[in-house]
């Protein structure tokens, strides 16, 4: 049996796939850039090779399996950077930019840094690097480190920055524990699904370490908000990605912290994905 590329972006589509998916998996099979959509839309005649029509059936199960097509194709653009993705680490979600956004607008504005001096940034669970990456290359006056509890996801973060120039320091440890400096900023997308969640069957393919948080989900948060509190500078900032529901527990527990200026922030879909606070000067 032989297909061209329209003929099995319709196929993939009729198995359940999204266009995009179906797209991006094909481009992957055919070995072009995941970039290159527009390159399809050129080649719908172009009859695929045993080999590739063979990969894009392979891809086309893994993904009605549930796995991400991040950890299909390999990378995932995240921020306006390409990041390399295995099944190590934490598919980064587009949600987790409004994290990204609310610390570079901390990092503009609320800051209170002298023109000449260079904010100290800590990423917590950076997994891919996602965060600490995008936040270096908006800001490269600023000294961005980052942390994680996992050697793998260290290891691609680590080879994330060397791909893309960024001179981020990573290190290995859980949250802040051992952490002697201080920062201007913390940030972090940490584990936040309750233990037994229903999402967690969609969710497989992903490693239980970066979702999975105690029987509230909350277990990861109640950690980070206290030591945060003890490595940030008077006046820095705490901002913290929670789930859909977990806004006013963590505004509460930053608030029993001692932080001021406590608020939450919206992500896409308009839900209060982030919360924040600042300490104070
Ligand atoms: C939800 S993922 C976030 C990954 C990445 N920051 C992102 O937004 O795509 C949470 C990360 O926290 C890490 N993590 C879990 N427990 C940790 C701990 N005790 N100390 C440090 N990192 C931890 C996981 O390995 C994972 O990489």
Request: net charge negative; charged share 15%.
């Amino acid at each position: 049996m032989t297909l061209c590329v329209q003929e099995a972006l319709l196929q993939a589509q009729a198995q359940g796939l999204t266009r995009l998916e179906a797209e991006m998996l094909l481009l992957h099979a055919l070995y072009q850039s995941t970039h290159a959509r527009a390159w399809l839309l050129t080649h719908e005649s172009l009859v695929l090779s045993p080999a590739q029509l063979e990969q894009f059936k392979n891809s086309t199960q893994r993904r009605l399996n549930l796995e991400p097509v991040a950890y299909i194709v390999g990378c995932k653009e995240f921020f306006g950077l390409t990041l390399l993705i295995s099944n190590q680490v934490l598919d980064p979600r587009p949600d987790t930019e409004t994290l990204v956004m609310w610390a570079l607008e901390t990092l503009n504005t609320a800051l209170n840094t002298t023109p000449n001096s260079r904010p100290s940034v800590m990423d917590l669970g950076t997994g891919s690097g996602a965060v600490a990456l995008a936040i270096q290359h908006a800001r490269p006056d600023a000294h961005v480190q980052a942390l994680d509890c996992s050697a793998a996801a260290l290891e691609l973060a680590q080879l994330n920055a060397q791909q893309l120039n960024l001179n981020v320091k990573f290190r290995q440890g859980s949250w802040l524990e051992g952490v002697l400096d201080t920062f201007d900023l913390i940030v972090s997308n940490p584990p936040y699904i309750r233990t037994g969640d229903a999402h967690l069957h969609a969710l497989r393919h992903e490693p239980a370490l970066a979702l999975v948080s105690g029987a509230d989900g909350l277990h990861a948060i109640k950690q980070i908000v206290p030591s945060a509190a003890a490595c940030l500078k008077p006046g820095g900032w705490l901002l913290l990605e929670h789930g859909f529901d977990q806004a006013e527990s963590t505004r509460n527990l930053l608030a029993e912290a001692g932080f001021k200026n406590v608020q939450s922030r919206p992500d896409l879909a308009g839900i209060e994905r982030c919360s924040g606070g600042q300490k104070a000067l």
